[in-house]
């Protein structure tokens, strides 16, 4: 039986480019998204519904937590793309403010929601060291935004273990547009940079870990570069249910 594909998708590093592309290489890979009923965390008994009713190719979105322990009757292999925390934090606080979903700087900052954005996705408790336990993992996928193209590349090496065949042709997606109100982390006040290097704290101490866990990873994946991946042919009645990369299922539907 085939993997299930699981994408952790962070704001901010280069997640919808990769949704798309993993849209282009699994039919029946679906993204997940939440509405403004049904918020929270993809459980547990949700997963395993799915994957029991339809047995989906992988599942992408915000709203996946390993920390959560998932558990199938099917091995899982998770793919998960990090950006420099710094770097990720004025993205998204540019990015809210072309969406007119943040007003100014201040708005942001008092909102703790951003705060350690990246670590809180494998850690309920903000632990460097239970982060990096999960991520050493074999059937962990490490990407970084700042090598996206070597990352591809070692994404593809990675599915060629599991036997899965990945095109890495890809188009830029979702990036945030320039505009005169731009906040650049490098002409703050000092004392407004301190303040949020303080709120990226256990994310900066990821980061430097995600680093060396990349390094080491891409060493090994190196070695499945040559293998030539099996394709899988799929015609399915879900053509007729994803008909354009971006087809999501929302939460209530799999209640």
């Not at 008994?45 to 009713?53: A, R």
């Given at each position: 039986m085939k993997p299930l594909i699981l994408f952790i998708h962070i704001n901010k590093c280069g997640g919808t480019t990769l949704q798309n592309l993993?849209?282009?290489?699994?039919?029946?890979?679906?993204?997940?998204?939440?509405?403004?009923?049904y918020r929270g965390a993809i459980q547990q008994?949700?997963?395993?519904?799915?994957?029991?009713?339809f047995s989906f190719d992988g599942f992408g979105g915000h709203n996946l937590d390993p920390y959560l322990n998932y558990s199938l009757n099917r091995k899982i292999v998770y793919v998960v793309f990090f950006r420099e925390p710094i770097s990720r934090y004025m993205s998204q606080l540019n990015f809210r403010i072309t969406r007119n979903t943040t007003k100014d700087l201040d708005h942001f900052l008092s909102n703790d929601h951003f705060d350690n954005y990246q670590i809180?996705?494998?850690s309920k408790n903000?632990?460097?060291?239970?982060?990096?336990?999960?991520?050493?993992?074999?059937?962990?996928f490490i990407g970084l935004l700042e090598d996206f193209d070597n990352s591809i590349i070692g994404l593809k090496n990675f599915m060629s273990k599991y036997n899965l065949a990945f095109n890495t042709k890809y188009t830029v997606a979702n990036k945030t547009k320039s505009n005169p109100l731009k906040y650049n982390f490098k002409e703050l006040p000092e004392s407004v940079r301190s303040i949020i290097k303080e709120k990226?704290?256990?994310?900066?101490?990821?980061?430097?870990?995600?680093?060396?866990?990349?390094?080491?990873?891409?060493?090994?994946l190196k070695n499945?570069?040559?293998?030539?991946?099996?394709?899988?042919?799929?015609?399915?009645?879900?053509?007729?249910?994803?008909?354009?990369?971006?087809?999501?299922?929302?939460?209530?539907?799999?209640?």
């Open positions: 993993f849209h282009q290489n699994f039919t029946k890979y679906i993204s997940l998204y939440t509405t403004k009923k008994n949700e997963l395993k519904n799915l994957n029991e009713k809180k996705r494998f903000l632990s460097v060291k239970e982060s990096i336990d999960f991520l050493k993992q074999e059937n962990v990226n704290k256990y994310d900066l101490e990821l980061y430097v870990e995600v680093k060396n866990i990349y390094k080491a990873k891409e060493v090994e499945f570069s040559h293998q030539a991946p099996k394709t899988y042919a799929i015609k399915t009645s879900f053509n007729n249910l994803i008909k354009k990369p971006k087809q999501r299922i929302v939460k209530w539907l799999f209640k």
